[in-house]
């Protein structure tokens, strides 16, 4: 059985970098599949934030994409999100994902709250 | 990108059908057979219901069915009942880099 759990920090300061990992049991990262992060503001909508693809190939949403970075260690079979210069904006549940290029998500975190805030 | 859109709710009695919409363009929803939908209980991460329009995940009960026409798709919960109540998302393939852009979400409430 696939898992994913999110970890990191759970209160960021404004203009500072929020760093999440999400480790990954049950599947090897390295053979296959999406491996992404999705935010949801809290009282609002989903929103995809990036992904990864056989630990290189990175694609992210075009409004972050100058604030993201995606990575991969596999040797820890886990993949990590930095995403810069935070603003109160960027509060919301973090959850990280498996997908298939057809964009449909098998598997999800639990999610974590990040909260950006003095 | 912009989010593909969808009606801030719908309702029905047990036993109902509720249909959700979701309205994209043609470089989402319209170009590519890659519609998925979701549904999400409070404080819980989102389950996939439905895949590639019209595909159910093992598990998923055949009362949530799929479907697209041009640039939207709909997702059809028959029989509603009270697990139902809950949000759904839509999203979509939107081609190149661009891997996923979510609907704006349907608060479904089973009356």
């Known amino acids: 059985q696939v898992q994913l759990q999110e970890s990191g920090p759970g209160l960021v300061k404004p203009s500072e970098t929020l760093s999440l990992t999400c480790g990954v049991s049950?599947?090897?990262?390295?053979?296959?599949?999406?491996w992404g992060w999705i935010r949801q503001p809290p009282g609002k909508g989903l929103e995809w934030i990036g992904s990864?693809?056989?630990?290189?190939?990175?694609y992210y949403n075009p409004s972050l994409k100058s604030r993201v970075t995606i990575s991969v260690d596999t040797s820890k079979n886990q993949f990590s999100l930095k995403l810069t210069s935070v603003t109160a904006a960027d509060t919301a549940v973090y959850f990280c994902?498996?997908?298939?290029?057809?964009?449909?998500?098998?598997?999800w975190g639990q999610g974590t709250l990040v909260t950006v805030s003095s | 990108q912009s989010a593909l859109t969808q009606p801030p709710s719908a309702s029905g009695s047990p036993g109902q059908s509720v249909t959700i919409s979701c309205t994209g363009t043609?470089?989402?929803?319209?170009?590519?057979?890659?519609v998925s939908w979701y549904q999400q209980h409070p404080g819980k991460a989102p389950k996939l219901m439905i895949y590639?329009?019209?595909k159910r995940p093992s598990g998923v009960p055949d009362r949530f069915s799929g479907s697209k026409s041009g640039n939207t798709a709909s997702l059809t919960v028959s029989g509603l009942q009270a697990e139902d109540e809950a949000d759904y998302y839509c999203?979509?393939?939107?081609?190149?880099?661009?891997?996923?852009?979510f609907g704006t979400g349907t608060k479904v409430t089973v009356l």
């Open positions: 990864i693809y056989h630990g290189e190939t990175t």
């Open positions: 999203s979509s393939y939107a081609g190149g880099n661009n891997l996923n852009v």
């Open positions: 043609s470089s989402d929803v319209g170009g590519y057979n890659y």
């Open positions: 590639e329009v019209n």
């Open positions: 994902a498996r997908h298939s290029i057809t964009s449909a998500v098998t598997y």
């Open positions: 049950g599947y090897s990262i390295s053979s296959g599949y999406y």
